[in-house]
């Protein structure tokens, strides 16, 4: 049941009806419920495992808290924990990488939908416990609240415990501004995903299977079309899930801000997917950069300062391990390893590049400005070409081919008709302006601001944007593979 389906819409406003007319605890159990129902309508196989992980990371909060050996139990749990995203999402990637080493045989059943992002908040719930910073929460009823929160539990945003279960304890009252809120941001995220990327995937979709008919400038519009596909399929999706829980009275992280208005690697991660690179910050690089910054006594290594190493090889393995997340393919692998080339040249080189920009008069200069925020979008779509295409291979073929013609004509060959490109080049000029007050003002802020008349103009527009240009196919959000 996807979030741009009829029949979520339909439970969806049933849900909603009766979660403000029962009273707070039988709110909260219909909300328990409605998350199991929700997720089990993507297969009773994912929910019996999602609720096997939940019992895990339940039982392992309390173990955590009291055990004597706080320190091996808690590297148990994250074991047992982790052995679910192992067994059913990369043991067959495995077992094929090594051929004949094991010879064991391939498991049969699909990775759940959303087993990352749920295992990953179960993770941070036993990491916090451990860490002291929230105590381990002695009623399932709230940690299994957390964890099948159904707005998140398919494609995040990654909560953590200490955002949402406190949440979960207090009474949701109606509130007129935090649903005025949701429904703004569930209406711009279905326009992201059934105007913008459901349109867009049919273009990019025609290029990325048969990349041998297209050359140049054809393959760059059908990277640079990809780049803008998955920005809008998930930041959608985001805007939609975060609307959601707002208007069950539920504050939930930020997950994209503006993401391709980077000027740098380091700035696209600090606005992509925010609830997963900061989680990967928290939980893996820093912990990583602090082991070796000790192991090295803060001492130089090879003429270099020990914080240096720590950065180089801490951000290299999240890296892989940020690929490795998003699924089981070498292809995951190399875009996750090309954002950490990125990131390494980005940090060694940082001090050469602020020097030339000062000394040329360039640094704070709309030019300077322009160039990087151009530079960084290039080498995002870059990676975003390994991270679409079916095999490396193709990749490469995709990669090593851009350059070979620079007709114009060609990119027709992606639309079927003038029309299809008007409409598209319309609907980007269309989000942009929406960058445009998000970037200046702030949507919410902007709205809010605006007359009574202007305000609801606006909402018809959008409406009638979503009813005439929408595709209505149930497409499926590119991250709910993930």
Not at 57 to 77: D, L, N, Q, T
Not at 158 to 182: H, M, T
Not at 233 to 261: Q, R
Not at 420 to 439: C, N
Request: net charge positive; with cysteine.
């Amino acid at each position: 049941m996807q979030f741009n389906s009829l029949i979520f819409l339909v439970a969806f406003s049933i849900f909603i009806f009766l979660y403000y007319i029962l009273k707070n605890n039988n709110r909260k159990t219909l909300l328990l419920i409605c998350s199991l129902l929700f997720y089990s309508s993507f297969g009773l196989t994912g929910l019996v495992i999602m609720v096997s992980v939940l019992t895990v990371v339940y039982i392992s909060g309390i173990a955590v808290e009291r055990s004597e050996e706080r320190k091996g139990i808690f590297w148990i749990s994250i074991v047992i924990v982790l052995s679910f995203l192992f067994v059913f999402k990369y043991y067959n990637f495995f077992t094929d990488a090594l051929p004949g080493a094991l010879n064991l045989p391939l498991l049969k059943t699909a990775s759940p939908v959303g087993l990352s992002f749920y295992t990953f908040a179960g993770l941070s719930y036993v990491i916090e416990v451990y860490r002291k910073r929230i105590k381990a929460e002695k009623n399932i009823f709230y940690l299994a609240q957390f964890i099948t929160f159904f707005p998140l539990v398919v494609s995040g945003p990654i909560e953590r415990p200490y955002n949402i279960l406190p949440q979960l304890r207090e009474e949701k009252n109606f509130d007129y501004d935090s649903v005025k809120k949701g429904l703004i941001l569930v209406t711009l995220g279905f326009f992201k995903k059934i105007v913008i990327a459901d349109r867009i995937a049919d273009l990019s979709e025609k290029v990325f299977s048969n990349p041998q008919e297209y050359k140049g400038i054809a393959l760059i519009a059908g990277a640079v079309l990809f780049s803008i596909q998955i920005y809008c399929d998930f930041s959608g999706y985001t805007d939609i899930a975060i609307g959601i829980a707002s208007i069950m009275g539920f504050k939930v992280m930020e997950n994209f801000n503006l993401p391709y208005y980077a000027k740098s690697i380091q700035d696209f991660w600090a606005r992509w997917h925010i609830s997963l690179s900061t989680w990967l910050r928290d939980y893996l690089f820093l912990p990583i950069a602090y082991l070796i910054t000790r192991k090295l006594n803060n001492k130089p290594f090879l003429g270099m300062k020990s914080e240096n190493w720590s950065y180089l090889a801490g951000i290299s393995f999240t890296m892989l391990v940020c690929g490795l997340w998003h699924g089981a393919n070498w292809t995951f692998i190399v875009w996750g390893l090309l954002h950490a080339l990125y990131l390494v040249i980005g940090f060694l080189t940082k001090k050469i590049r602020k020097r030339i920009l000062r000394k040329s008069g360039l640094e704070k200069s709309i030019i300077s400005s322009i160039f990087k925020t151009s530079f960084t979008f290039s080498l995002v779509t870059l990676a975003w070409v390994f991270f679409k295409s079916e095999s490396i291979s193709a990749g490469y073929y995709f990669v090593s081919n851009i350059f070979s013609g620079f007709s114009l004509l060609t990119v027709m060959k992606i639309f079927s008709s003038r029309y299809e490109l008007i409409v598209v080049l319309s609907l980007l000029i269309l989000l942009e302006l929406i960058h445009f007050v998000q970037k200046k003002y702030g949507i919410l802020n902007f709205i809010n601001s605006r007359p009574v008349w202007q305000r609801w103009g606006f909402y018809y527009f959008f409406i009638f944007i979503i009813l005439i240009f929408g595709r209505f196919d149930s497409a499926t959000f590119i991250y709910a593979n993930f």
